[in-house]
């Protein structure tokens, strides 16, 4: 989904890109919330809560974009794209 959503918006305007990217960030959360639950045997239920509990300063940062959406910027793309392509691996 991000590397379609990635490429897809590429001819709309910045502002279009930053809302799709806001609404993938807002899925990240339940992706990162589920991950987290495998890795750590803990289910955390709220998006601070789950901040607090992370370590990993990309999942930190995506976190937070996801928590507030105006922080969200371009470069989220690609590390959204790395954090999955590397949970893919993990998993």
């Not at 897809?8 to 991950?35: C, N, P, Y």
């Not at 709220?46 to 901040?51: G, P, V």
């Not at 989220?76 to 949970?87: F, G, K, N, P, T």
Request: charged share 25%; glycine share 2%.
């Amino acid at each position: 989904m991000t590397n379609h959503t990635y490429l897809t918006t590429r001819e709309l305007s910045a502002d279009a890109r930053l809302d799709a990217l806001r609404a993938m960030l807002k899925g990240f959360f339940f992706s990162l919330q589920i991950v987290h639950a495998v890795r750590a045997g803990v289910f955390v239920p709220t998006k601070c809560e789950l901040l607090a509990a992370l370590d990993d300063p990309s999942e930190r940062m995506l976190l937070a974009h996801s928590i507030d959406p105006s922080e969200a910027r371009e470069e989220d793309y690609s590390a959204l794209q790395q954090w999955c392509s590397a949970v893919m691996r993990s998993l």
